[in-house]
């Protein structure tokens, strides 16, 4: 019997390219990558740190080969927002500085990696399919919180300490849920919020799902008892009411609209500046405020001995690490976090980095504003919405540099970029919308 000397592609080859490009591929792969970056305090707590981080590494090992065997429907220049690709460059580059330049290289892995989950998924999704895989994951975490707030402090009156349950859901609250604080729950609560609403707007879901989504986003954010929440859902909700307004104008009128809403929004911003110990003292969250004033003081002493470059991108504090422990030790507290992202930056990545970083939210907000104001879809609405959740919560938390948080924002700014960007006049563009594909 005689043995051919070459043969076509091996069956089993074949079949994993097909799998690896299908719609069912896609779907599993955004749930997964979904309900694992939202799960990471729990994983984390579950797995330790090297069992949540071969998880995340493991994801993207299969999204890198999902993007191979896409690449001929991927236009590579326009995967990546320009301004994110510069964010993530600098706080590499600040390990040429930085006081542990390795610890700044696993910092900026973690920050790479979550980013490019969340371009995978923006490139084999379309928004509502992103959407509704958002609004399943958001769904099954919210109700396993509430399952595990109520087991914990109503059935059981035990404190899940391996959790960070701490089981306060007869007193009202706070609650944390799997998040581990209740901050984090009160922002995955508000993203739940907007994307059910959505959800709801644009009937992908059955009407009592969306209702009892929409119930139990709502009693999560309360319960959670995170002064940051109200905050959000003000602005979120102003936010949306701009929107509805903007779209609704006359296209001929729509740009002088738009820059009258953006000079009040402006005006807005520094009255609130203004009368933010008002506005702190109305929320009852004045405690909360002077722990993060003396913290932020205390920064900026260090910020101004590094005002360019910063001190390395570390992400989350490392309290053994200069200059985090010394700030630790002025205000007498461990915080492992600036309590707001662009102060966070600041410090990390100095001016530099802090306005490359603003340049990138800015652009993300820009973007996702003007495609929702065009497009008559409220789908395109989502991205916006929840950019502005994100920033605002930036204010009171450094969430939007870590976990969901960041993974949000790459994703609402990937996706912004997809629908509008300077890309589009690039010769051989694709057609309208090209890039991630309805499956």
Known sequence: MSTP????????????????????????FTLTAVGTIFSIPALARLLGLAGSISVVAGLCVIGAAMLLVRREEISWPRLLPSTLVLFLLVTLASTLWSTDPGRTLLGWLALAA???????????????????????VLRMLLG???ALEILSGILLDVPFAFLGIQGNIAMGGP??????????????????????VIEWRTASVRRGVSIVSVVLAGALALLSASPTVYVLVLGV??????????????????????????????AAGVVAYILRHMIIAFLGAGSDFFTRAALWDSLLDFVGLRPLQGWGWFGPWDRNELPFYLINAAVGDRHATALNAYLDVLLQVGWVGLLVFAAFCGVTLVRGWLVASERRSVIYAWTPLITVALLIESVFESFTLVGAGW?????????AGQSRSWRERLPGRDAPGAGPQAH
Request: proline residues 4%.
């Open 144 to 146: 396993l919180s509430l």
């Open 407 to 415: 993974f949000m924002l790459v994703l609402c700014a990937v996706r």
């Open 237 to 266: 909700g102003i936010a949306a009411g701009v929107l509805a307004l903007v779209r609704s104008t006359p296209l001929a009128r729509r740009g002088l609209v738009q820059s009258v809403l953006a000079a009040l929004v402006l």
């Open 114 to 136: 979550i980013a490019f989950l969340a371009v995978v998924v923006a490139h084999v999704r379309d928004t509502l399919q992103t959407v509704r895989s958002i609004g399943d």
């Open 5 to 28: 000397l070459s043969s076509p592609p091996s069956a089993p080859q074949g079949r994993l390219r097909a799998l690896l490009f299908s719609a069912e591929m896609a779907r599993a």
């Open 175 to 196: 609650v944390q849920g799997i998040f581990g604080t209740r901050n984090l729950l009160g922002l995955t609560a508000v993203i739940a919020l907007i994307t059910f």
